[in-house]
């Protein structure tokens, strides 16, 4: 495999650097005159091969950190901010807001996500889109919740009028994969709910937040959201070491996230909504259509490059049938069309990691001296910002390609004669997010099917492992999540039930009319938002 540079199409020219000299703090962009950090893509725009600069992003200080802290801290005002004590109906303009705004910046963030982690134009447009849909999804729920709370019940002569409230300051921080989806999916529920928050990008994936950062500011309350960059050690320590977060929501790696929970003295205070990482098997029952099943395994394994928690990272192929796959599967990885992200049909794109191509190379190696091979023609294969899939066979579970979360293009096969074999290889792993079962016969699938819902939170039948769609609980078990993140259960995970309880007599019930007749508050309230 020779590097594929072709001419970049005009759209898609770095014609002009996107240096983010701002960082919003309590509703103003900042201008920061202090340090910076010049941000790359692994993606040459010269036939030479040389990074490309894109821009840069100021290196925000444990001061900046601090002072976001104490604006969304003031914000939520211990419950008393406007925020949080806001009509539902106005929380959502705010957004509806942000989100018309949003809409208009869709070339400009598609572009940086192609340039930043080399996701490919398809997929950058689906991530943009499907954020967008997103936001829509949780207007939509939280109105609704709203109306399932605008009545009041009673039990036991106690009158009560249920709703969900707001949890506090909520530090936000997403990963690179999906710098915009996963970010905001957490981000999104996390304010209309009427928490503030404090939010950090991930290393890549940081610039193509520039042009959202605006509509930030004109949308929100001041304080509502603070938006710093930087380093996450500098930035995101100080924040928790001092008490203030709430919520600590969090996709991306258990040790980041342990880390920053360890810091903050008030463990029982700290909320956690996390999403972590994954080791999804397939398994492949020897009645399973290798067609079908080839088709799935290839894309969950090699989608954006394996660079998803949700990726399938490990294949179990019954033995029976194991000698047919390989063939077949290795044929249609190597077919695969390597490329920037812009040129037609390419599934393959630059890792935006620069040293990823070197660990993927250790994992080859490790799993090599342990007895296996890589068994596809191209496998292993080098540009400057790639290595190509590689398929190692046989694999065991001692080989650190299955021990680690690759979160790369290797893609280690592990053969199996007894079902019991990758039942107890995931009952004893670490992770438990999602499973692949690849097969036909219904008295085979039934009780394993009554296993894998305990082993996992999505058994996905004869298809690859996904999120989506964003309706669906998105959750796991043990090390890989806490908290669940559908649209509807985001919003649940972003918020507390509260309620105003009375007793059903004469003089409270007076009281309540008057509350509800007045619309005086904004918590007691039976309007049916529309
Ligand atoms: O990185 C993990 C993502 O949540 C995966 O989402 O299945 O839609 O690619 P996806």
């Not at 208009?104 to 967008?132: H, Q």
């Not at 938006?227 to 050690?233: P, Q, T, V």
């Not at 293009?409 to 997010?433: C, H, R, T, V, W």
């Not at 996992?456 to 806490?482: E, H, I, M, W």
Request: hydrophobic share 40%.
């Amino acid at each position: 495999m020779t590097s594929t540079f072709n001419e970049i199409p005009k759209a898609y020219i770095i014609d002009k650097l996107t240096h983010q000299k701002t960082y919003l703090l309590n509703g103003e962009l900042i201008e920061w005159t202090g340090n910076t950090s010049d941000i790359y893509s692994t993606i040459s725009s010269t036939e030479e091969y040389k990074p490309t600069l894109l821009g840069s992003i100021p290196v925000l200080t444990e001061k900046e950190a601090l002072l976001a802290l104490d604006a969304a801290s003031d914000a939520f005002g211990k419950g008393k901010g406007l925020w949080p004590t806001m009509k539902v109906a106005d929380r959502i303009s705010c957004m509806e807001k942000f989100v018309t705004q949003m809409k208009t910046k869709r070339d400009e963030v598609v572009k940086l996500l192609m340039w930043e982690i080399g996701k490919n134009l398809s997929d950058s447009e689906k991530e943009f889109d499907r954020t967008v849909e997103y936001i829509y999804d949780t207007i939509e729920d939280y109105k609704e919740m709203d109306r399932n709370s605008a009545k009041f019940e009673k039990h036991s002569g106690v009158r009560a009028h249920i709703r969900r409230g707001p949890l506090g300051v909520v530090l936000c921080l997403g990963p690179y994969n999906y710098p915009l989806n996963e970010t905001f999916a957490l981000l999104i529920p996390a304010l209309i709910m009427g928490n503030t928050a404090i939010f950090k990008p991930a290393k890549y994936g940081v610039l193509l937040l520039s042009p959202l950062i605006e509509a930030f500011q004109n949308s929100f309350p001041k304080g509502v959201v603070n938006i710093l960059f930087g380093r996450g050690r500098t930035v995101a320590t100080p924040i928790m070491k001092d008490g203030r977060v709430d919520v600590l929501a969090l996709i991306g790696h258990s040790n980041s996230a342990n880390a920053l929970q360890d810091i903050h003295p008030k463990s029982n205070r700290l909320r956690m909504v996390l999403g972590l990482e994954a080791n999804n098997p397939a398994i492949v029952l020897p009645d399973a259509d290798l067609e079908l099943t080839i088709k799935e395994c290839v894309n969950g394994t090699t989608s954006f490059n394996g660079q998803r928690c949700t990726a399938l990272k490990v294949l179990y192929v019954h033995e029976n049938i194991i000698e047919d796959f390989n063939k077949r599967f290795c044929e249609a990885i190597d077919a695969l069309k390597f490329g920037n992200p812009w040129d037609n049909g390419v599934q393959l794109t630059p890792l935006p990691e620069p040293d990823k191509p070197n660990y993927i190379q250790e994992l080859i190696d490790d799993s090599i001296a342990q007895g296996a091979k890589i068994i596809n023609k191209k496998g292993g294969l080098r540009t400057e910002n790639y290595i190509f899939p590689a398929v190692m066979y046989p694999a065991k579970n001692e080989m650190r390609v299955c021990e680690e979360e690759q979160f790369g293009p290797i893609i280690p096969i592990i053969p199996f004669k007894n079902i019991e074999e990758p039942l107890d290889d995931m009952a004893s792993s670490n992770y438990g997010q999602q499973v692949s079962l690849f097969g036909k016969d219904i008295n085979t699938l039934a009780p394993l099917i009554d296993t894998l819902v305990n082993l996992v939170c999505r058994v996905n039948l004869n298809s690859s492992c996904q999120r989506g769609p964003d309706v669906y609980p998105f959750t796991g078990r043990k090390d890989s999540a806490v908290a669940t993140l559908s649209v509807h259960d985001a919003l649940r995970s972003f918020s507390i039930r509260t309620f105003v309880a009375s007793k059903d007599n004469e003089y409270n019930n007076n009281i309540l009319k008057e509350l509800l007749d007045s619309r005086a508050s904004n918590f007691v309230s039976t309007d049916y938002l529309l």
